[in-house]
């Protein structure tokens, strides 16, 4: 079912095709518009494409992992205000502190809720607006 209300851009950066799919198939159906990224350099090509409203971000990816990432993008002045979400399987202690440490506004675990996924982002991005 399709939303009526377009909620905004999510770039959701994971390596993996199959949460990509799910994820993508969840916050579509949701009002979402998702852009894909697979690593940091494709993550900063849509980033300098503009229209990106919130970040999910994978921690753990090749190459660069998302705590480097969300760092780099947080140093970056036109990119430091967009909400980003850790997504990961990382549910250690510390693990939270560590993403929210990194620069993330918010912390999901994976496996992921599909029914409650869009009430989390929304959550956490009304919750960073709100101060």
Do not use: W
């Not at 079912?1 to 993996?16: A, C, F, H, P, R």
């Not at 620069?103 to 959550?123: A, F, H, S, V, W």
């Amino acid at each position: 079912m399709m939303s009526d209300i377009e909620k905004g851009t999510i770039l959701y950066v994971e390596d993996n095709p199959d949460n990509r799919n799910l994820i993508r198939r969840v916050l579509s159906a949701e009002g979402y518009s998702v852009i894909e990224a697979v690593n940091a350099n494709q993550a900063f090509d849509k980033l300098e494409a503009g229209g990106i409203d919130i970040i999910l971000m994978d921690i753990n990816m090749p190459d660069m992992d998302g705590y480097t990432l969300t760092a780099k993008i947080k140093a970056m002045d036109r990119f430091s205000q967009i909400p980003i979400i850790a997504v990961t399987a990382n549910v250690m202690r510390g693990d939270r502190e560590k993403s929210l440490d990194a620069g993330c506004d918010g912390y999901i675990q994976k496996p992921i809720d599909i029914d409650t996924l869009g009430m989390q982002i929304e959550r956490i991005v009304t919750r960073r607006q709100n101060g």
